[in-house]
């Protein structure tokens, strides 16, 4: 464990480092998005709204000290590490308190999640547990989804197509002609769920190193740094394809060409990471994507209204 120096941050700085708020983009966008599909659609309902943003920051944040806790038991995080400090592995904060925060962090979650399920039912108590469980078997359990490369999967299918439609079910899915979920919904949930996963492969590109001597195998481990490099700029692309189709679809108006405002700060990005593997240009990547990811879902969401 490493020494605290006397320029460490104070315990209120030390927890906001442990909840991450820069990753607070990659729960606010989905939200943002599947509600944009439900007004689209005449459906907004303010309450389940605001319950299902809340939720998702609460999961988040609670995925966040998971991954400090077990990263930190697993050996994985190291003074080697080039990202962010981690509260645990650094000392800031006793692995027994982290341990505490996510398991209130997660019980505040399941408690906004009862009134989702009020108004959603079973479909909306499914997802939510499942996205607790997948949180925590991310990096945690006897077999880390994590450490097996299939990280990128799963944050692909719980923070796009599960947080977009799910939002969306809860505002619209069960008005009219019954439960349900639109091909809109899903739809718009591919380029939020592509953008969130290019988030991640920025993060396992610079840890690549310190993941391969933990024995933490992430896809960039298993496919290399070229290829992880193309997987990131095949992701943020392809997110830029999803509004056109809707256009050509007849699903949004002339206004689809609106997250494309973003596309400069998107070929910034992609240039940056396929050009430096040094921690502190990708750190600044790994945020930029972050920015790219809400800013896309705001003009998306936009665009859908």
């Keep these: 464990m490493t020494t605290i120096s006397s320029s460490a ?3 209120a700085r030390a927890w906001v480092m442990a909840a991450r708020p820069a990753t607070l983009p990659a729960a606010v966008a989905p939200v943002l998005v599947g509600t944009a599909v439900a007004v689209h659609v005449r459906h907004f309902r303010p309450l389940p709204f605001l319950a299902a943003l809340v ?3 609460l999961i988040q944040i609670g995925t966040n000290f ?9 050996g994985a995080d190291t003074t080697a590490r080039l990202g962010p400090v981690r509260v645990t592995q650094s000392g800031l904060i006793s692995a027994r308190a982290v341990g505490y925060a996510t398991t209130l962090t997660f019980g505040a979650a399941v408690l906004v999640g009862l ?7 079973l479909p909306i108590l499914l997802i939510g ?3 607790i469980a997948a949180a925590i078997l991310y990096t945690g359990g006897p077999w880390p989804l994590g450490y097996h490369g299939l990280g990128d999967v799963f944050v692909f299918i719980f923070f796009g197509l599960i947080a977009v439609t799910g939002t969306y079910y809860v505002q619209a899915g069960a008005v009219g002609r019954g439960p349900h979920v639109s091909g809109e919904a899903i739809a718009a949930a591919v380029p939020v769920g592509l953008l969130v ?11 690549i190193e310190t993941d391969r001597a933990a024995g933490k195998r992430t896809l960039a481990v298993r496919l290399g740094r070229r290829a992880s490099r193309v997987q990131y700029a095949l992701l943020v692309a392809t997110a830029y394809a999803v509004p056109l189709l809707l256009w050509l679809a007849h699903v949004t108006s002339w206004t689809f060409w609106l997250p494309w405002l973003t596309a400069p700060l998107a070929y910034q990005l992609i240039r940056t990471v396929s050009t430096h ?7 600044r990547a790994l945020k930029g994507t972050g920015r790219l990811n809400l800013l896309f879902g705001l003009l998306f969401a936009a665009s859908l209204l």
């Design 9 to 11: 941050p104070g315990r």
């Design 115 to 121: 009134y989702l399920v009020t108004v959603g039912g």
């Design 55 to 57: 939720a998702a920051a």
């Design 197 to 207: 996963t290019a988030i991640l492969v920025v993060n396992n590109v610079r840890d």
């Design 66 to 74: 998971a991954n400090d806790l077990f990263d930190y038991h697993k």
């Design 277 to 283: 593997a040094d921690g502190p240009t990708l750190n």
């Design 129 to 131: 547990l499942a996205s």
